[in-house]
T-cell receptor, first 116, second 113 residues
């Protein structure tokens, strides 16, 4: 079974600074997808960024980027120029590549605080 | 934009009651999911469905059942609510393509007294 681990229950960053959230996973599959989701106090889960395992290039979405190390099974999220609106719970998630019923496996979450 | 709507934001029920949590999506997605979210445990999958009338157990199905009579609606049922089912419940939907993200509702905070 796949597992996802986020070893940092809480992180904090100063506004405008950079922060990196860690995620490791365990799988025997070679092809899969990885996601970072953000859950602000409003509670709605929002997709931040997605990485396809067969792509070597790290995904980037504006101020958000990942460091995907397939051999190490590591998938960290870097937030640059942190903003107050980035404060949220962040979840790392894994998904197998299959045609139907493809489910996500989530990590425990990291609560990010952004200090003004 | 995809809209996943959960019927209640907050719900308070009593031990032993039968509880229904409803979820509706408007994007004709094949897959629908029910998760439970608890502090320090992340999101854990209760049940999912990849087609009408189809369902599969997730990681923690005990004490729950589901119903999917129509493609857009996925219901979670607590047959006899217990205090250890007090939690946040999140519904999600996605297309059958595994590279597509899941879209989530706003969650229902359920308290069982």
């Amino acid at each position: 079974a796949q597992t996802v681990t986020q070893s940092q229950p809480e992180m904090s960053v100063q506004e405008a600074e950079t922060v990196t959230l860690s995620c490791t996973y365990d799988t025997s599959e070679s092809d899969y997808y990885l996601f970072w989701y953000k859950q602000p106090p409003s509670r709605q889960m929002i997709l931040v960024i997605r990485q396809e395992a067969y792509k070597q290039q790290n995904a980037t979405e504006n101020r958000f980027s990942v460091n995907f190390q397939k051999a190490a099974k590591s998938f960290s999220l870097k937030i640059s120029d942190s903003q107050l609106g980035d404060a949220a719970m962040y979840f790392c998630a894994y998904r197998r590549r299959e045609t139907s019923g493809s489910r996500l496996t989530f990590g425990e979450g990291t609560q990010l605080t952004v200090n003004p | 934009d995809v809209k996943v709507t959960q019927s209640s934001r907050y719900l308070v029920k009593r031990t032993g009651e039968k509880v229904f949590l409803e979820c509706v999506q408007d994007m004709d997605h094949e897959n629908m999911f029910w998760y439970r979210q608890d502090p320090g445990l992340g999101l854990r999958l209760i049940y999912f469905s990849y087609d009408v009338k189809m369902k599969e157990k997730g990681d923690i199905p005990e004490g729950y059942s589901v119903s999917r009579e129509k493609k857009e609606r996925f219901s979670l049922i607590l047959e006899s609510a217990s205090t250890n089912q007090t939690s946040m419940y999140l519904c999600a939907s996605s297309s059958y393509l595994s590279n597509q993200p899941q879209h989530f509702g706003d969650g229902t905070r359920l308290s069982i007294l």
